[in-house]
């Protein structure tokens, strides 16, 4: 019988984990239960306390070693230069000996930070990219396929982690700050809601918001280099930016106090994005249908095969409208370049496409709070919605960015669409505040442009 062994206690735990009478590890600067809680820990009190004012009196041997560095899966082009030429002399060890422990306490914070983004986007996050097209393929590539990709390139695994961490800021927000209803379900995947985190939803949202800035600055040198290897991670990310950047919005309340146009600059950083993913397709198209988004484009290719109707006449109404409009502001300019018409006439044109794809009878209609039907499309295929952002063009794109007017009224009508998408976390109240950013952007402009806004202020719930 083999001889059972006395449990070891230990009377060197630190103050804090005494105090919440919970087992230490013992391993400082700072023990692993004050790094998680990023709580000031007695070890590092005691170090300092303990640290001798005369270092070059001390030994090296007596000094407290630096933290081993991270491992990561590759090095990149800023790290390689932040490297040092030579290794530090026993001075150099001596003058910043005291200096790497709160340094090490950040370090440690941030690899816990990302160990829990990463297990709630494996357990929870991905279904919300699933959503949009409910499938098995879609299933493989969103929980298996992206976050592998997430470890071989440093922009999608910072937008992974953004995305993933504005979704927690989502799920924390205490129902107070919540001013987008009292739907719970709307901050739900799957039926489970996730309610133990470590930090409160500010705390998210600013990692959130940190994390897409690094994605960025990293994407930007990838975004002229598309290849074989790497077109798939790019798409990944063009779609976890285009669903932050519309989550974004509904973290406002919707109304149009403070109309500085924040929503819209967002849009609009998401755009330059997103204004090459279509000729990215294009010029990759063959390498698309040998991945994991074969699925995906092979739908995508529906915009351009002429096999829809809009049958909605309350819908089909209001986009005559537009229609009639660009017209009767192209007849008004005295210029003969009407490559403005143009532009605008095939975002509308692609506009009523996606208003086709999500025909709805019945009372909910366009911008309905009980969401589409898909008719004769495949139950579950949502991404119509979101491909008009792709198909609007960079011209489009331009023309939002100098506050063209009927540019914004067409970008306005399709947010009326994206109230469609009220049951995913990142979408909910999003139509709302954009269609108030935009129209408070618009009424200025004259009492005609109020009039034109009124029917989408009408579909989201706002006054008019």
């Avoid at 001390?58 to 030429?85: N, V």
């Avoid at 949009?132 to 982690?161: C, H, I, M, Q």
């Avoid at 205490?174 to 705390?203: H, L, N, V």
């Avoid at 409208?321 to 044109?349: G, H, M, P, W, Y």
Wanted: proline content about 6%; aromatic content about 10%.
């Amino acid at each position: 019988m083999p001889v059972r062994r006395s449990h070891k206690k230990s009377r060197n735990g630190c103050a804090q984990c005494k105090q919440r009478r919970v087992k230490c590890d013992e391993m400082g600067p700072v023990c692993a239960n004050c790094a998680r809680r990023q709580l000031p820990c007695s070890f590092l009190t005691d170090t300092d306390e303990t640290t001798p004012s005369n270092g070059a009196s001390e030994s090296p041997a007596q000094l407290p070693l630096p933290p081993p560095p991270r491992p990561r899966s590759r090095p990149t082009s800023s790290t390689l230069r932040a490297q040092p030429s030579h290794l530090p002399t026993p001075p150099d060890i001596r003058q910043t000996a005291t200096t790497p422990v709160p340094e090490s306490s950040q370090i440690q914070a941030r690899h816990l930070l990302e160990l829990e983004l990463m297990h709630h986007y494996s357990t929870s996050t991905y279904m919300s990219c699933v959503g949009l097209r409910e499938s098995a393929a879609t299933v493989n590539a969103w929980k298996r396929f992206v976050p592998r990709e997430a470890l071989k390139y440093d922009f999608l695994l910072y937008g992974l982690l953004a995305f993933t961490a504005l979704h927690i800021s989502k799920l924390t927000r205490p129902p107070t700050e919540d001013k987008s209803g009292d739907d719970k379900t709307m901050i739900m995947d799957g039926g489970r809601e996730t309610t133990m985190f470590s930090a409160p939803s500010s705390f998210y949202f600013q990692k959130a918001l940190e994390y897409q800035d690094e994605a960025f600055q990293s994407f930007r040198s990838v975004l002229d280099h598309i290849t074989q290897d790497n077109c798939n991670a790019a798409f990944a990310f063009s779609v976890l930016t285009t669903l932050l950047v519309i989550a974004v919005p509904g973290f406002e309340d919707g109304s149009e106090k403070d109309p500085a146009n924040k929503t819209m600059q967002a849009v609009f950083t998401m755009f330059e994005f997103l204004k090459g993913l279509g000729s990215i397709i294009d010029a990759s198209e063959e390498w698309f249908y040998q991945g994991p988004w074969a699925h995906v484009l092979v739908h995508f290719h529906e915009f351009q095969d002429g096999k829809w109707e809009l049958s909605n006449q309350d819908s089909l109404q209001v986009l005559r409208q537009l229609s009639s409009l660009n017209e009767e502001l192209n007849d008004a300019t005295d210029s003969a370049d009407n490559s403005k018409f143009k532009v605008n006439k095939r975002a509308i044109d692609n506009l009523e496409l996606c208003f086709a794809k999500y025909d709805i009878s019945g009372d909910a209609g366009v911008g309905g709070a009980e969401g589409p039907t898909t008719g004769g499309n495949e139950v579950g295929d949502k991404g119509h919605i979101l491909g008009w952002l792709a198909m609007a063009g960079a011209d489009f794109v331009s023309l939002l960015h100098h506050g063209d007017s009927l540019a914004l009224l067409i970008f306005l009508h399709w947010a009326v669409l994206l109230r469609n998408l009220e049951s995913f976390w990142w979408s909910h109240n999003s139509a709302k505040a954009l269609v108030a950013e935009v129209a408070s952007m618009l009424h200025p402009r004259g009492s005609e442009w109020e009039h034109r806004t009124m029917w989408a202020r009408e579909k989201v719930g706002l006054p008019w």
